[in-house]
């Protein structure tokens, strides 16, 4: 006891060491960057935004205080976030440790303890750099008397908490994953918490299913669904959520007070519930060992022909789930561009877990079919409606959200570098692989609600007719893929010129990382604005011009100018990136 | 077959390759040796393509890398010491993805006997995760060789294999050199560039600081005339000047 009293300051210095050099030789290295004109370029509009939107005299919105009902949603918003991280698993990057933090770390005498505990240090850069940002964006209004210090508080015993709450989870899945019936045994208490509140959520939400349709016909659906869920079941689910984010919605310094102490309750809960399963962690850690001694010992076995032990069984089912295999044909001739497609859809085929893509088509499909008036058998329109919203949603999400192109690819530009490929056609294959992707996604989804509404002989989208539909459909499949070019140009045009500052590959993610992504997607999307801006002034001179003549005919040739405008862009874009990847030797910047 | 006139690299004010030049003709075999820093991976990386070269020129199998970089690159494999694979494409994925980029039509066939070869066989199926340290450097083996390329750069091929694997891959480079392609082989592994070279090129703060047979090298230096690659290397190396005889 008395060595591991000696030992425990140490392992602590050791762990502030390591951690305040790291966030000062980065701030040096991010400094040091800002020689090259292209990183002091993007700081200056980073200050400029933030100068602009927050500090500006008189550039302060004047919006209300958010109300009540602004709290549930954020508070479901939040809760449908953890929801996420129990069912889905944030595994990857909440568990994951860095290559070094595991060569010098795991094999160091430190115990599991304080692996989690350097974790948590770890994430606390990340963590206030997030609050920092996210005080700015989403600040309050100015009519707020909160002072800026203590939302600043607010924010971070809020990223904090989830943060912990991330890792929590994550480790109670690995617990419950890596040891079977004993894991599950250790945390059906955590299990059934979470599973019953989601139940309660659920059936809440079930039961006033009627008068949710009625709200959403009526234009109050938000007021409906917050009142609905502040009802005593779900009521008490959302409670700690709403504890938790009282600090930020309070009205004054005096509320502030009040509301902040619930919220540091559950920080300081969490911190203990997440330290104190380091036990099963390490646990964990240990049964995964003898479980892969086990597997060896079965590949040893078959081949001296021996009877399996009960775990060797296990492991050799276990060894057998692999990662799902698609057979997507790739001819040996032709263009080499093709294979860099080819590849790119086959990882992300391999990325989407089975399960996860059947999750999202039965909440999908179960969200229609409550949404739509199925009972009558005619009016299918709510549901695609639905359908054709997250279309349209991803066309703002998509372009962040699918990533099979140099944002993956980067990692390996050694590889690519070396490949006898033309930079131009490397580009296109790059941005047509997510392009591709996103645009079969956003048309399937306006197709079903198409083809399921006119199939089904009820009343028309919008009101239009089959004719309109048919050819509003034919301009989507035309404009659908242009557009989602340019956002994804855009996208992988600020990867290869800011590698330091875009998340590359599968490293990183979580609630510490959405700040850096925030200041990349608020460039992307000016950028995109900046993009369509030309051809659309071209389009509505266009209309101007011939409206008196040829009507809505007009929109003809106004369209086609803003389509070729566009293309001519992401043509010019593709060429200056090919020249931009010709030059980038490393990304290591 | 590999033409290397004047190259030179530089990082700011510092030279990683100060003006070298070298040649490896068809079927020969260059052991590329120095000590840590010398120069030598930023060297490969410019053979590969991969790294620019600030001034300089090179040539694989006649075509400019600086002017005609694909075709250049279509006549050459590169396998680094560090094999770096995608980790959703499985060995035959791997292979049939090479085979449509260099244009290889008939890249089933050769499929199985390169893998056969370098025992992967058994794992055709398998992805990266899935295999050991040694399988993936196979693996990237076998990618550079499936293209049956005519310049073969190799840095540091041997590490994380096991013995057998060792001497097979030996074996291969020896018979890809008989067949014709031309080889420049980066490795500490002095016994082995002694072994399978035909010429050295040993480099030091980015120069050439000797290059010729090891017994050219050897007898230019009087205090380690008929000694080994070792002591050759050992006695150019620690030297520090930069300035031994070019043979």
Known sequence: ?589 | MIDVDALTKLYGDLAAVDKLSFQVGAGEVLGLVGPNGAGKTTTLRALAGIGIPTSGRIRIDGHDMGTHPTRAKAALAFIPDEPQLFEYLTVDEHLLFIGRLYGVPDITARMTPLLEELELSGKRNAFPAELSRGMKQKLAIACGLVHDPRALILDEPLTGLDPVGIRRMRATIAERARAGAAVILSSHLLHLVEELCDRVLVMQNGKRVAYGSIEDIASSVPSIAGQGLEDVFIALTSRGDGGAPKT
Request: glycine letters at 6%.
């Open chain 1, 1 to 589: 006891m008395a060595a591991r009293r000696r030992r425990e300051p140490a392992v602590t210095s050791a762990f502030w060491f390591l951690t305040e050099r790291s966030i000062r030789n980065r701030v040096a290295h991010q400094i040091k960057s800002l020689k090259r004109p292209r990183y002091a370029l993007a700081m200056l509009f980073g200050f400029f935004y933030i100068y602009s939107v927050y500090l500006r005299p008189g550039g302060r919105a004047n919006r209300p205080a958010l109300g009540d009902d602004a709290a549930v949603i954020a508070a479901v918003l939040v809760l449908v976030m953890i929801a996420a991280w129990w069912v889905f698993g944030g595994d990857r990057s909440a568990l994951a440790f860095s290559p070094a933090e595991v060569q010098f770390l795991f094999p160091a005498p430190v115990t599991r303890g304080d692996l989690i505990r350097f974790k948590l240090l770890r994430a606390q850069p990340q963590v206030l750099v997030s609050v920092l940002i996210g005080v700015v964006l989403f600040k309050r209004g100015a009519s707020s008397p909160t002072p800026a210090a203590l939302q600043i508080i607010a924010y971070w015993v809020i990223i904090s908490t989830l943060h912990m709450h991330r890792l929590g989870a994550s480790l109670v899945r690995a617990n419950t994953g890596q040891h079977g019936v004993a894991g599950a045994k250790r945390t059906i208490a955590a299990w059934a918490v979470v599973g019953g509140a989601m139940t309660a959520v659920i059936a809440t939400l079930v039961i006033a299913l009627p008068r949710l349709q009625a709200a959403l016909a009526n234009g109050d659906f938000i007021q409906m669904i917050a009142s609905v869920l502040r009802q005593p079941v779900s009521g008490a689910v959302l409670t700690p959520v709403l504890w938790l984010l009282a600090p930020l919605f309070a009205i004054d310094s005096a509320a502030w007070l009040s509301a902040i102490w619930p919220a540091l309750v559950l920080l300081v809960l969490h911190y203990f519930w997440v330290v104190r399963t380091h036990a099963a962690f390490e646990d964990a850690a240990v049964e995964a060992s003898a479980k892969r001694a086990d597997r060896l010992a079965t590949m040893r076995a078959r081949r001296m022909g021996a009877p399996l032990s009960t775990n060797a069984k296990a492991a050799a089912k276990e060894s057998r789930e692999r990662p799902a295999r698609t057979w997507i044909p790739l001819s040996p001739t032709g263009h080499p561009a093709v294979a860099i497609l080819w590849k790119n859809i086959v990882s992300i085929a391999r990325e989407v877990r089975r399960s996860t893509l059947l999750l999202l088509i039965a909440g999908t499909l179960t969200i229609y079919v409550a949404l739509s008036k199925v009972q009558e058998g005619t009016d299918l329109r709510p549901g695609s409606y639905l359908l054709i919203g997250m279309a349209g949603f991803l066309a703002v999400i998509g372009p962040m959200w699918i990533r099979n192109d140099f944002r993956t690819d980067l990692t390996k530009l050694e590889l690519l570098r070396g490949y006898p490929l033309d930079p131009r056609a490397l580009v296109v294959a790059e941005i047509a692989s997510s392009t591709l992707l996103l645009t079969g996604l956003q048309l399937t989804l306006v197709l079903i609600a198409f083809v399921v509404t006119n199939v089904t002989k009820g009343p028309a989208l919008f009101n239009l007719s089959f004719a309109t539909q048919l050819a509003a459909l034919a301009g989507l499949v035309v404009l659908t893929p242009l557009l989602n070019a340019v956002s994804l140009t855009i996208q992988n045009a600020v990867a290869l010129l800011f590698p330091a500052w875009v998340k590359l590959g599968a490293v990183g993610g979580g609630i510490e990382a959405i700040g850096q992504t925030m200041m990349v997607t608020v460039a992307s999307v000016l950028l995109l604005a900046l993009a369509w801006l030309l051809p659309v002034i071209v389009a509505g001179l266009t209309i101007l011009l011939l409206w008196t003549t040829y009507g809505a005919m007009s929109l003809v040739p106004a369209i086609t100018l803003a389509v070729i405008g566009v293309a001519a862009e992401v043509w010019l874009m593709v060429q200056w990136l090919a020249t931009v990847f010709a030059r980038t030797e490393s990304i290591a910047e």
